[in-house]
Nanobody, 122 residues
Framework: QVQLQESGPGLVKPSQTLSLTCTVS??????????WNWIRQSPEKGLEWIGY???????YYKTSLASRTSISRDTSKNQFTLQLSSVTPEDTAVYYC??????????????WGQGTLVTVSS
């Protein structure tokens, strides 16, 4: 059984950095061919993909967020982390971590964390 669990502060001040950690159990984040994603959801934007870190440590971010986004990992803890800098109230959302299983033909968002609400407010 694979489980993903988000953790981190639920309140972040404007201009500061949002930092969340996803702890993965039941599946090594270094196992090919899995991609470890951050996705967020808000009433204003709906579901929005942020980026991922691959099983080999490569990262890829949504273009409009790339300058503010950093995803890293700690394989010894089987965790990966989202850092989103210079946040504004528009970054308020429920943040999810999720796994992509990649095959030659398809990409499956097959496992999701439960989500954690992050509010950006002073």
């Amino acid at each position: 059984q694979v489980q993903l669990q988000e953790s981190g502060p639920g309140l972040v001040k404007p201009s500061q950095t949002l930092s969340l950690t996803c702890t993965v159990s039941g599946n090594s984040i270094a196992t090919d061919y899995y991609y470890w994603n951050w996705i967020r959801q808000s009433p204003e934007k709906g579901l929005e993909w942020i980026g991922y870190i691959s099983y080999s440590g490569n990262t890829y971010y949504k273009t409009s967020l790339a300058s503010r986004t950093s995803i890293s990992r700690d394989t010894s803890k089987n965790q990966f982390t989202l850092q989103l800098s210079s946040v504004t109230p528009e970054d308020t959302a429920v943040y999810y971590c999720a796994r992509i299983w990649a095959t030659l033909s398809y990409r499956y968002l097959d496992v999701w964390g439960q989500g954690t609400l992050v509010t950006v407010s002073s």
